[in-house]
């Protein structure tokens, strides 16, 4: 109804100019940041003069190392990937730094450590212009940022990795919302649907959205909202829908296929087949098969390199696990996926008692659910033999041994993994207690972790009363330890000695009392 362009187009404006500063008044973005007022280095200044002048500034800001985090942050300002971007997001660097400065003196514990991680983080993005827009754009994401930094270097490093979940900041209602493993496998199988005939892209959808999952389970972690168990649950649910929808995927994609799917199924060991998996676990498997037709060797085979390939290789997206197949029967030497019966026959006749003690913490991961269902019944037949307990006993101490020499530890600190009477005791505990005691107590071979069938144990008489329970607790408190340690980039996971005294005595004595018939228990290890 305008009577011209010009009247149209002025109108246009004036609601174009309303709704602008609408936007920036929410966002807090405005117009652009005029670079010569943000410095957090005053080129003007000679070099001595810009770091005393930072150095004060983060002294009175609180640093407790001022001078360090001025040198690492004038390094940063510096580096020539900093100097060559252009005014625009070099402003947008400097504002973000400054916003971060006094948030991280006066919310972290660790400010020094912080600000070196966020550091690190900003010269990983800086030349992604849309990452600097967005945390310039939305503030809020900046404090939750520095909340994820302060709390977890390997989370840092994780975030440096892949930037692309910063989105996942974006929205603390869904950041911090229980996983829904129904949405999450439907959406995810779309988009690999939606990607078939591409299986680079395939592989990246796999990566990314394993990542965004990971990276809000790792949040709701930092926040104090999973225990241990529920974090290595639900890590483990989410490889078994990687691994199970890759399974699938990864079948479609061979060539000479002979059926829609795959008779194949992936058996978990270890810390997935246990249900413990941790932020950067390998995924322990084994490949099994039940195919008459003449092709089926080959053809799963095939699968079996090409899953390991799906799962392990580094893309432009990152990496989702490292796949060890090493339990598979015969080792190294072995065959990539063995037949059913074949899989039966060995370890009835030819597996060595470690491979028994592995097969305690295996279970059906992904594939096809009968031969699923028959692996179970295989377990169970094999852990529930009648075993020679001073010859059982002596293999297994023999395996504490090889594994303790493998690790030697040559420090004071105590490793509450692979030192005596801290976790791998544990475990060998347990193992051996099923393996003995299976033939009269069947429901030791319930895959349902190491802290409940120590209480089981203790409730069928199998360790003294109260000290199920005392074990337990020592494992979990274990664990916790050697999360957190992880958690801060710790290349190995020891504490003072003096620390965990109590618990390693409990261990101790529950490990003298279980192999008290064998001698040589205490030299064994």
């Not at 974090?231 to 479609?252: C, F, G, N, P």
């Not at 060890?324 to 370890?347: H, M, W």
């Not at 274990?478 to 003096?498: I, Y």
Request: charged letters at 25%; glycine letters at 6%; a negative charge.
């Amino acid at each position: 109804g305008f009577s011209s362009v010009v009247q149209l187009l002025a109108q246009l404006q004036t609601y174009r100019t309303f709704v602008a500063a609408q936007f920036d008044a929410m966002f807090g973005q405005g117009d652009e940041p005029d670079s010569s007022s943000y410095q957090p280095i005053d080129d003007g200044q000679t070099e001595e003069e810009q770091f005393a002048s930072l150095t004060d500034k983060l002294k009175t800001l609180g640093y407790p190392d001022a001078t360090t985090s001025a040198r690492r942050l004038a390094a940063l300002w510096k580096a020539h990937r900093i100097r060559s971007l252009s005014d625009s997001n070099r402003a947008r660097l400097a504002t973000l730094v400054n916003q971060s400065l006094p948030l991280i003196a006066s919310t972290c514990a660790n400010p020094g450590d912080t600000l070196g991680r966020l550091l690190d983080f900003f010269d990983a993005i800086a030349r992604r212009s849309s990452y600097l827009s967005l945390l310039t754009a939305y503030p809020g994401t900046i404090e939750r940022l520095l909340r994820v930094m302060s709390a977890s270097g390997w989370a840092a490093q994780y975030l440096s990795r892949h930037p692309i979940l910063l989105d996942e900041l974006l929205d603390a209602r869904t950041l911090f919302s229980a996983p829904d493993w129904s949405a999450f496998t439907t959406e995810l199988s779309n988009r690999l649907c939606q990607e078939r005939g591409d299986v680079e892209r395939q592989m990246d959808v796999l990566r990314e959205m394993h990542h965004a999952m990971l990276f809000r389970l790792l949040a709701q972690d930092l926040e104090g909202m999973l225990s241990v168990e529920r974090l290595a649950d639900e890590l483990s649910k989410l490889a078994d829908t990687v691994v199970a929808l890759t399974v699938q995927e990864a079948w479609l994609a061979l060539s000479g296929r002979h059926a829609d799917s795959p008779r194949f199924a992936v058996i978990a060991y270890g810390k997935l087949g246990g249900k413990e998996l941790g932020y950067a676990s390998d995924l322990d498997l084994v490949f099994l098969f039940d195919d008459d037709d003449e092709r089926a060797p080959m053809l799963y085979a095939r699968l079996v390199q090409r899953l390991t390939t799906w799962l392990s290789s580094p893309t432009s997206a990152g990496q989702l696990f490292e796949v060890d197949t090493a339990l598979r029967p015969d080792g190294a030497s072995g065959l990539p996926v063995t037949r059913l019966p074949a899989f039966e026959k060995y370890q009835m006749t030819s597996a060595w008692a470690w491979e028994h003690q592995a097969l305690t913490r295996a279970r059906f991961c992904a594939g096809d659910a009968a031969i699923g269902a028959g692996f179970e019944a295989i377990r169970s037949k094999v852990l529930r033999q009648t075993r020679d307990a001073a010859a059982l006993r002596r293999d297994v101490l023999s395996m504490r041994k090889k594994m303790h020499d493998a690790h030697p530890n040559h420090s004071a600190l105590f490793d509450v993994k692979h030192d005596s009477g801290g976790m791998i005791d544990i475990e060998f505990i347990v193992q051996y207690l099923v393996l003995a005691h299976a033939a009269v107590h069947p429901g030791l071979t319930d895959n349902i972790g190491n802290i409940a069938l120590l209480a089981y144990c203790e409730q069928i008489g199998l360790i003294p009363e109260g000290e199920g329970k005392a074990v337990s607790d020592t494992y979990r408190y274990f664990r916790r330890l050697q999360h957190q340690l992880r958690m801060q980039g710790a290349p190995v996971s020891r504490v003072e000695r003096e620390a965990v005294a109590e618990e390693i005595a409990r261990v101790t004595s529950l490990w003298s009392f279980v192999f008290a018939d064998d001698q040589g228990a205490g030299a064994a290890r």
